[in-house]
Each structure stands twice: as structure tokens, then as C-alpha cells.
Nanobody
């Protein structure tokens, strides 16, 4: 499967962005999908994950209450709505797919990765 992330940009603190991840090559309807982010000099961390049917979600502590992950299996798409953005949210954001049934919450559980989209939040 190929994953293409989009929707990043330069915004001010308090603004919102919606990232999109388009999958191609096969259906992702049975995959757990995740959004990771990586700031310069830092590890790649899981931001949010959603199970294959959308019934279960995971959020990192720093984004709880501000970010929402969703998916549209009919369109082979995954989204990350980011509200009340903060400068600390500045990073490259990656979408990823995992064959894990349920929620995959570690980096090495993900098998396929998109190319990343830059999000920069100014203060």
C-alpha cells in the first residue's frame, strides 16, 4: 500500500489544520492507521491511532482534547483534525498503516509509511 499525507502548512498558535492521508494500491479498511510526528532531533512519536473500523482510538497525552483522528474506509482515507495548535506541535507528520488487529501503539508495529507533511506553528 502507498500512503500520501497532505494538508500541512504554516499556521499561528491557536489555529487549526486538517491532515489527510490517501491510501492507494489496496484497501486499508482492515488496517489500524496511525499518525506520527517527528521534530528535528527528536524521535518519531505516535500522535493518534484508529482501529480498522474506527471503534477504538488512541491519542498521545500532549494532543488529547485537541486532535481527532478519523477514517473513511470507502474513500481509503484517514484524517487528523488538529485544533488549538501550539508551537510544540511543529513537526513532520507521517501517516502509517499496521496489520495489527485493534490498536497499534508502537512504531515498529507499523508496516507502511507515507512521506510526511510539514506542520509549522508560530507563536
Amino acid at each position: 500500500v502507498q500512503l500520501q499525507a497532505s494538508g500541512g502548512g504554516l499556521v499561528q498558535a491557536g489555529d487549526s489544520l486538517r491532515l489527510a492521508c490517501a491510501a492507494s494500491g489496496r484497501s486499508i479498511s482492515s488496517d489500524c492507521m496511525g499518525w506520527f510526528r517527528q521534530a528535528p532531533g527528536s524521535a518519531r512519536d505516535l500522535v493518534a491511532a484508529i482501529s480498522w473500523g474506527g471503534a477504538s482510538t488512541y491519542y498521545g497525552d500532549s494532543v488529547k482534547g485537541r486532535f481527532t483522528i478519523s477514517r473513511d474506509n470507502a474513500k481509503n482515507m484517514v484524517y487528523l483534525q488538529m485544533n488549538n495548535l501550539k508551537p510544540d506541535d511543529t513537526a513532520v507528520y507521517y501517516c502509517a498503516a499496521s496489520a495489527i488487529y485493534g490498536l497499534a501503539t508502537t512504531l515498529n508495529e507499523y508496516d507502511y509509511w507515507g512521506q510526511g507533511t510539514q506542520v509549522t506553528v508560530s507563536s
